[in-house]
């Protein structure tokens, strides 16, 4: 079965800075890999997916997310996060036809 | 732009109760999906939906859970007999195809079960 682990749950960066986030995913063959943004009280908004090629993926708002096999990772980074960005943000691997699975998800505070 | 649509926003119920969850997927997704979100916790799958049939479901979704497609646009949850552990945020998606796509969320119904 397939799995998520996002390590860390609250990260808080100053606006402007860079931000990665991390994501470790557990799955047999080539996933589908996912991150999501969540607002409070809000639904799931996409930002960005791999599914194959060019291993770095470019996604809305600025990030963009690199897919390594060899480390089974998947990370989110934004050169300079905006106070807007603060909000939860979801990995999600999704094998063939399945459903998403998640990961527990990263709180992400931004620092006037 | 499309978007998946969900009905009500929150919903507050009796425990013991029934109800049914509404979501109008984008039209010409043919895979519908509805996951769980508890307070605090990650999104967890429930079930996928294709061809008039549950495709896969996750061992959350058990007897009390069940889906429909009454029509061309609707896609339901009922919840029987309401337990208080099933509050939660419950979102429907929608995606074209099984493979090679993404999903579409709706906004959620928050369900409150007291």
């Known amino acids: 079965a397939q799995s998520v682990t996002q390590p860390d749950i609250h990260i808080t960066v100053s606006e402007g800075a860079s931000l990665e986030l991390r994501c470790n995913y557990s799955?047999?063959?080539?996933?589908?890999l996912f991150w999501y943004v969540q607002s409070p009280g809000q639904g799931l908004q996409l930002l960005l997916k791999?599914?194959?090629?060019?291993?770095l993926v470019q996604g809305i708002k600025g990030f963009e997310a690199e897919f390594k096999r060899s480390q089974s990772s998947f990370n989110l980074r934004k050169p300079s996060v905006h106070w807007s960005d603060a909000a939860e943000y979801f990995c999600?691997?999704?094998?063939?036809?399945?459903?998403?699975?998640f990961g527990k998800g990263t709180h992400l505070i931004i620092q006037p | 732009e499309p978007e998946v649509t969900q009905t009500p926003s929150h919903q507050v119920t009796q425990m013991g109760q029934e109800v049914i969850l509404r979501c109008v997927p984008i039209?010409?997704?043919?895979?519908f999906y509805w996951y769980r979100q508890i307070l605090g916790q990650k999104v967890e799958f429930l079930v996928s939906?294709?061809?008039?049939?549950?495709?896969?479901k996750s061992e959350i979704f058990d007897d009390q859970f069940s889906v429909e497609r009454p029509d061309g646009s609707n896609f339901t949850l009922k919840i029987r007999s309401t337990k208080l552990e099933d509050s939660a945020m419950y979102f429907c998606?929608?995606?074209?195809?099984?493979?090679?796509?993404?999903?579409?969320f709706g906004q959620g119904t928050r369900l409150t079960v007291v």
């Open positions: 998606a929608s995606s074209e195809r099984a493979v090679n796509t993404e999903a579409f």
């Open positions: 799955y047999g063959a080539t996933p589908y």
């Open positions: 791999y599914f194959s090629g060019d291993t």
């Open positions: 999600a691997v999704r094998g063939g036809a399945d459903g998403l699975t």
């Open positions: 039209s010409n997704h043919l895979y």
């Open positions: 939906f294709y061809n008039n049939e549950i495709s896969e």
